[in-house]
Every structure is written in C-alpha cells, then in structure tokens.
C-alpha cells in the first residue's frame, strides 16, 4: 500500500460497525475453533483459488501485466503450498504442548495451548496483490480466527476477482472483504473497533502509522515492510550464476519486490565481469526489446513509473534506461556512478533499476550498506564457506540467502519478516500459525500432595527456600 499517511479519522459507517461485530460474535460463539471448521475452511479456499485461477491470471496480467507462469510461482502457486503445508501439519499445530516444570511446582504439570486471537486485520499490497493477502489468511484461518481483509485499491483488477472468491465461500461473520481508500477505511475501522492483531505488509511510512494506532489500543502487530536489500558479491562468485540468480529476482514483477536486491556491492577485481554477465542475463531473459516480452511486466501505475523513472538520473546507465510512460513500461536497467548520498540509495527503489558499486574490502562494504541499517533480507555471493558465515554474522537483517536472492522466502520452515524499520513479527508455514496464535500457560497441579512448608508461617523456612529457588 503506497499512501503516505493514514490520518485519524474518527467516523464509522453503521454497516461496518455491525459487519465487524457479527465477526465478533462468530468468533465468540466457537463456531470457526475446531480442528474440522479450521480444515474446512482451508480446503474450501483451496478449491476457490482452483475454480477462480483463470480470472486471476488475467486480472494479475490487467494489474502488472503478469505472465501465467509468473502468476502461478509468485501469487496463486505459492498459497497453495501455503495451504497443503498447513493442512499436512495443521493437527500437530494445534496440540497443547507439555513442557518442563521447575522443582518449585512438582509434582505439577505445565502446558502450552494453542488459543486463536480472536478477529485479526490483515491489510494486502498491490505488488503481490493475491499472494501477500491470501498467504497471512491461511495463517489466520489455520489458527482459527475471524477475519477482515483489506485489499489494496491500486490493483483494481486483482482485487474485484478476490473479492467474488471470498463472497463465493465465505460468510461475512467469516471473512469480511473491505474495500475502498486504506487512507480513510483502515483508521477509521481500527479508530473505532479493537481488533486482536493487525498485519501489514507494505512501506514503512505506513507502517507507522498503522503501528500508532494499533498501540492506542495495545494491539499487537506483523508489520512486513521493505528497505534497502543490499547484495553483496566478492571476488571468488560464480559470476555467471550470480548474474542469473539476481536478474531472475530483481527484474521479476519488474522489479517491485521488497525482497529482490536494491543495489550491488561487487568486488573491484570482478565489476566488469558482473556487469557483462547481467546484460547478457537480461537479455536472454527478456530479448533484445523487453518491451514485448511475454515475460517482462509493467509498474503498477502513473505514479510509481515517475518515481521510479526519476532514479535514472541519479547516475550514469550502463544498460536499459528505456522508459515508455503510456505503456507504464521502465526497462531492465543497470547502473554506475551512483551517489551513496542521492535519492536512489537512500530509498527503495522498488523497479527495475540497479545500481552497481564497487568495494575493496568488507568493511568498506560494510558501510555503505549501514547507511540503510536492518534491512529485509541480505544477499552474498561467494565460494568461501568462511566469507559467508563473516557477512552472515556481521550484518543484522531479516531474512537472506548465499548464493542466491530472494528464494528463502518461498520455504515455509523459514520464518519470514524483518527487523527495525523492515518490519517486525514473522510468517510463512508455522510461524503464520503462531502469528494469529496465542500461547496460553496453563499448570496443572494434584491435590494429593500438599507440603506444609508452602504456606505461612515462612518464618525459618529460608534456608529451604533458597534450595528450591534457585
């Protein structure tokens, strides 16, 4: 979601506010709890984006000019996996937990429950419209929540065909489908009802807002923003496979992946190499002329293609540099001679624009890349098992991978999310089960057994005490 602010907008319409309150009573009433309603509900969702696979194709095509194939690994494919990898394990999930207990309280037993929120948010983007909204619901359904999902309104297409999916299976005491302006919509529902969580994936700047007004009322948030992904390559890569690796990511959705490299930081010894292999890459990729590629998309619209399109003259393009505004089309570029000081490294570039720089040693890299400290995921290249384990302890961010970019995000045994300002909280497989999940601490003790030292009078009892406790 691109708005800049989300003011505080105080109204609620009378049909909302009962909207919300019927997913209230829904979830009151223990209705979606059980292990059966939380697998139904998966499997019903599951065949929906089966029955409406086609219309989301050409509404992702109508939105960002998606291929099929690009459709089916980035959105629709990967909440299937979603889906089948929750419902594989979604018994084991839900099991209370025994765990330990001290010696203080045996013969008690301690356990750990798995208790749903209660009614969550989940706020959607337009980059990954289908995908970034369905993934975090598959965690919200599998721990058994009621939910309201907010599309975003700049992928138009996408979100009209989302919305007929749920009406088709869902009640609204289910799953509530809000649409409209995030700006006026989102404040004006968490203004004025308590949801149990709040989960955003999108730009930091509304990140914190949404982040203000979720700590009026002390929901928890899963805040999944972007940042600067840095990708580091040294001088002992595999430069053709590392040229592969972070052209599929970074021009895939033409870019606008808060999870494909930002910039490049190449070994000196290797740039000339690094850059001759990415043309090469890009080219074979999308030919001669990405502009009718079947496998080349286009910038979600007017306003995103001018921001994007400004970074071009931040530095000197070594490759690409096309730009068409009436087709929303900004080609496959790469450049040099960027300031570490202009807009264009200071802020996510978010298209397909790269800037390649050059270091000499990894400290220098080191701080170039802390002048965007936390970000979402990190990326190196190397044949050197002790460089990576080197870069992977020096730097905080999210999530990363060696010798590739961006695939961690499709394991669901991999938590998910960033740090600082990328975001915080996680998701993905377990750890979308846990995001909507409350661990609820329950001890268990007999009566059978009762020593008197537990109770008053203590006096004398220190001694004992300090055996116990400790």
Known sequence: MQIATLPEKKSIDDEMLIALNGLRANFKSGAIRSYDSRRNSLLKLKALLLKYEEEL?????????????EAWVTELGFVLSEINHTLAN????????????????????????????????????????FQLLFGPLVGALAAGNAIVLKPSEHAPATTAVMKKLIADGFSKNEILYIEGDGSVVI????????????????????GKAIYKMAAAQLVPVTLELGGKSPCVVEADANIEVAARRIGLTTYSNAGQMCIAPDYILVHHSVKNRLVES?????????TEDPAVSYNYGRIINEKQFQRISSYLKQGRVIFGGK????????????????SLDAPIMQEEIFGPVLPIISFNTMD??????????????????????????????????GGGAVNNSSWHFTNPA?????????????????????????????????????????????????????????
């Open 364 to 397: 220098e890299a080191i701080e170039i890349i802390s002048r965007n400290p936390n970000p979402l995921s990190f990326y190196v290249y190397t044949s050197s098992k002790e460089k990576e384990e080197k870069w992977i302890h020096a730097l905080p961010f």
């Open 414 to 470: 991999l938590p998910f999310g960033g740090r600082g300002t990328s975001g915080m909280g996680a998701c993905h497989g377990k750890h979308s089960f846990d995001c909507f999940t409350h661990e609820k601490a329950v001890l268990k003790t007999p009566t059978w057994f009762d020593p008197a030292m537990k109770y008053p009078p203590f006096k004398g009892k220190l001694s004992l005490f300090r055996k116990l406790i400790r």
């Open 323 to 338: 730009t068409n505004a009436a087709d929303l089309y900004i080609e496959p570029t790469l450049m040099d001679e960027v």
């Open 90 to 129: 979604l018994k084991k999930w839900m099991r209370p937990k025994r765990v330990s207990t001290n010696l203080m309280n045996l013969p008690s037993s301690s356990h750990i429950y798995k208790e749903p929120l209660g009614v969550v948010l989940i706020i959607g983007p337009w980059n990954y419209p």
């Open 187 to 206: 404040p004006s529902m968490m203004n004025n009802f308590r949801f149990d969580h709040v989960f955003f994936t999108g730009g930091t700047a509304v």
């Open 57 to 69: 194709y050409d509404a992702l095509y109508a939105d960002l000019r998606k291929s099929k194939e």
């Open 278 to 286: 990415l043309q090469k890459v890009i080219t074979d990729f999308f």
